[in-house]
């Protein structure tokens, strides 16, 4: 296998493996973890609650009960009455997000500073001339 390769395709290889490696490093620091965990049924807010606390909430969609869990600054869907439970195949994540397709639950870690007031300006924008 290793007879037709140079010495060009092993220092490639051992250069995509370096700089594969140090994208797992440095993810942390390209994507920071948030401070509140929100749940959303239907599109709507249900919940805002902090990370650090360890909590378990359930939350009603439209085919029954989700349970969510937090704990030691992480967050699980530990039931759902979703026919195929890939929510609950996720995991724990301590960031990013966790949804419930059939559900309709978003599950997901982010800070809030700026959320709010991104959707105050959605909703306070005007129709323009370049726009239409």
């Known amino acids: 296998m ?3 390769t140079t010495v060009a395709d092993k220092l ?6 370096i700089i594969s490696a140090s994208g ?4 942390k620091k390209a994507f920071p973890q948030g401070t509140d965990v929100l749940i959303e049924v239907n599109g709507k807010q249900e919940y805002k609650l902090p990370l650090n606390s360890d909590t ?3 939350v009603k969609g439209p085919t029954g009960e989700t349970v969510v869990q937090i ?4 967050v ?3 039931e759902s009455s979703c026919p195929n439970k890939i929510c609950i195949h996720s995991g724990w994540i301590d960031r990013g997000a966790i949804i419930c397709l ?3 639950v978003m599950v997901s870690i982010g800070s809030t500073v700026g959320i709010d007031s991104q ?3 959605k909703q306070n924008k005007t129709i323009d001339a370049i726009t239409g």
Do not use: H, M, Q, Y
């Open 2 to 4: 290793t007879e037709g």
């Open 12 to 17: 490639l290889l051992i250069a995509l493996v």
């Open 24 to 27: 797992f490093i440095f993810i």
């Open 56 to 58: 378990t909430v359930s």
């Open 71 to 74: 704990k030691d600054k992480r």
């Open 76 to 78: 699980c869907i530990k």
């Open 102 to 104: 059939p559900n309709k």
């Open 119 to 121: 959707r105050e300006d």
